[in-house]
């Protein structure tokens, strides 16, 4: 990670989110940089004393069937916070804009819903090089950072 970036995340506080459940719901679309951020949410994880085997995985084919990977799992009762991974790089047509809003709206209601928090990592970069720098690079891992946030969500 680049010098010039500085979290604000209290890993101590946070440690106290050890004992929660968490789930990661993930498109497989742009794997590369959303492995990456993946990655990253489960770094922030370990460090607060989770194992990566006590963290559900469910990948879903793109950013717009995150919002129904999420759904399911939150109809299961059983996690305390979901984060919804997955990267959306601008292209050549509108698409980008209809699969944008259409996933962060479908996140709102989710959360709207109250069943638990989501938190949505979802990069909505202009090209590639955008993506890399959000998901390791020199503004840091998003993923990281939404792992904290998912944390601090279930200690609320």
Not at 121 to 138: A, F, Y
Request: hydrophobic share 40%; charged share 25%.
């Amino acid at each position: 990670m680049a010098t010039n970036y500085k979290s604000k995340i209290d890993l101590d506080l946070l440690r106290d989110a050890a004992n929660k459940k968490f789930a990661i719901v993930y498109s497989e679309w742009n794997d590369d940089i959303v492995n990456r951020l993946v990655n990253g949410a489960i770094k922030f994880f370990s460090m607060i004393g989770l194992k990566k085997e006590e963290i559900a995985l469910c990948s879903v084919p793109g950013s717009f069937e995150l919002v129904y990977g999420c759904k399911k799992l939150c109809d299961e009762n059983k996690y305390d916070a979901i984060i919804a991974i997955g990267s959306i790089i601008r292209g050549e047509t509108k698409h980008f804009d209809f699969i944008c809003n259409s996933v962060f709206n479908g996140l709102k209601d989710l959360n709207v819903q109250g069943i638990c928090p989501v938190v949505a990592c979802v990069l909505t970069d202009e090209n590639i090089k955008q993506s890399l720098e959000r998901s390791g690079g020199k503004f840091g891992n998003k993923g990281f950072d939404c792992a904290a946030a998912a944390a601090k969500m279930t200690l609320i």
